[in-house]
């Protein structure tokens, strides 16, 4: 079940496969993909949707950041079809 605020890894996945991950940060991806429609710088992005800091450490907030929208773009383009799959109610 896609959850709203869900703990942020420090990396997204890369793997070829739907994840239990993946499910969870639905929500994350969509908001990730609407603010890089919109324009939105990264810095501002890092802070609202993956709730980091990116003066504290922008390095990672940057990695993590590029990181997860590169993971919500394989999902828009791939990932959403093991999603569509797989059995209601796992």
Do not use: N, Q
């Not at 993909?33 to 003066?55: M, N, Y």
């Not at 907030?61 to 929208?69: G, I, K, T």
């Amino acid at each position: 079940m896609p959850k709203l605020e869900p703990e942020i890894a420090d990396e997204a996945p890369c793997s070829a496969e739907f994840t239990a991950y993946d499910e969870e940060h639905l929500v994350t991806y969509l908001r990730l993909l609407d603010a890089e429609t919109d324009g939105a710088d990264w810095r501002e992005v890092a802070r609202i949707v993956l709730r980091l800091d990116p003066a504290v450490d922008p390095d990672g907030a940057r990695r993590c950041w590029e990181s997860h929208l590169k993971r919500a773009k394989w999902m828009s383009g791939y990932g959403y079809r093991y999603f569509l799959k797989k059995p209601r109610g796992s």
